[in-house]
């Protein structure tokens, strides 16, 4: 954490500090090689941390590795390293490397045509609520929010929010999502994996807002204010989304 701390003083160039994104640096050529390889798609959840069963997996979860985006929020958002204290100059560098990092890649995913590096490995159409809810969030915590009866006895994880899956989804899409997040946040709180989807799909959302998302955003915006408590373990990342929906979503900011 202090070596953490004592970089971001200056701009940070250690590509292994950052995010990875297909053509970002030297990246393009790896992932055009790596995509040569042919896998076919999994018939169960892979991640980073899943034995692979054979060589479709491992190739499968090699892109996984590379997609992830290993930034400053999630580190916060799924720890209790960062301490919430909004007077100590850490945590102010801490928050310009979120605002920093979140405005870096949004503008660089802006620039790329995702699909052209990543096939379509899962199912999203037909999804009702409740079923994004199980596949964004696990079982675990699904069940806190809906009765979901015999059908869903398989117990699930939530799934990383890769950018392999989030480039095929429409904006309307993204925002679909995004307020069904909101919704489950009203529900169960922010919960580290409401948070970490939350923060690719805003990454991911490029159109122009009208009127009525404004409106939704600082809705979105202004819960979080209501419900921050700084001796909560939810503070880092309540304070964190709040800040990134303020200053990039909404048209009257805070």
Known sequence: MVELLKEETKPITNKKAMYVIPGYNDYESLMKRSLRLYAEPPTRYIDKDTVPRNGSEFIFQSHIVNILPEVAFMKASQSNSIVFNPHSHEYQVYCRRVSWEFDDMRKSLMKKNLRKYYRRDWELSNKEEKDWCLFCL?????????????????????????????????????????????????????????????????????????????????????????????????????????????????????
Not at 157 to 185: A, H, T, V
Not at 219 to 229: A, I, L, P, S
Not at 242 to 254: L, T
């Open 138 to 254: 696990g079982s675990e915590l699904c069940f806190k929010i809906y009765p979901l009866g015999l059908f869903y006895t398989q117990p699930s994880k939530s799934r990383d929010p890769l950018l392999s899956l989030g480039c095929y989804l429409s904006q309307n899409e993204i925002m679909f999502l995004i307020k069904y997040l909101f919704n489950w946040f009203q529900l169960i709180g922010m919960e580290h994996a409401i948070a970490k989807w939350l923060y690719v799909l805003l990454v991911l959302q490029k159109r122009c807002l009208n009127e009525e998302e404004e409106q939704f955003f600082e809705t979105f915006r202004d819960e979080c204010g209501k419900r921050f408590n700084p001796a909560n373990s939810e503070a880092v990342r309540l304070h964190l989304i709040y800040q990134i929906i303020n200053d990039n979503f909404c048209a009257v900011k805070d």
